[in-house]
């Protein structure tokens, strides 16, 4: 499928896309820590994923449809947005059409314009 570009949206004030990834970013633990294009992560990086990949395994792996595990709620935002996994990084694209879709099942920006028929004209509602 060929995704067509939209007009870019920036990812600050939104997080839709991250409210149901739980552990996503464990899976970095498997390719030695580093992403394309970005290089090793950081050392406190590696060591909370490191813990919390221990943590799961003691006390179980979050549920599908939790946040995940970098996701800022307050700010709405990935806490380590310059390093998220590349499933992230490829599967949502600021402004792309899986973005605009997690936006509105989640109700973050603005709602798109409601018409109803009225004396038999379309009106914006």
């Known amino acids: 499928m060929i995704r067509t570009p939209l007009p870019v949206v ?5 997080g839709a896309c991250c409210t149901e990834q739980a ?3 464990t899976s970095l633990v498997g390719t030695a820590f580093r992403m394309p294009g970005v290089g ?5 990086l590696r060591a909370e994923l490191l ?7 003691r006390d179980g792996w979050p549920a ?37 879709r997690w936006r509105r099942l989640k109700g973050v920006g603005p709602r798109p ?13």
């Open 113 to 125: 314009p409601r018409y109803a028929m009225r004396n038999g004209r379309v009106v914006k509602v």
């Open 23 to 25: 552990a996503l970013p």
């Open 51 to 57: 813990a919390a990949v221990e943590r799961f395994r």
């Open 64 to 100: 599908d449809g939790t946040p995940c595990i970098w996701y800022d709620a307050a700010a709405k935002r990935c806490r380590h947005y310059e390093y998220r996994p590349t499933l992230c990084r490829d599967e949502v694209v600021p402004g792309d059409e899986a973005c605009r």
């Open 40 to 44: 090793p992560l950081p050392v406190e």
């Open 10 to 14: 920036s990812c600050d004030d939104c």
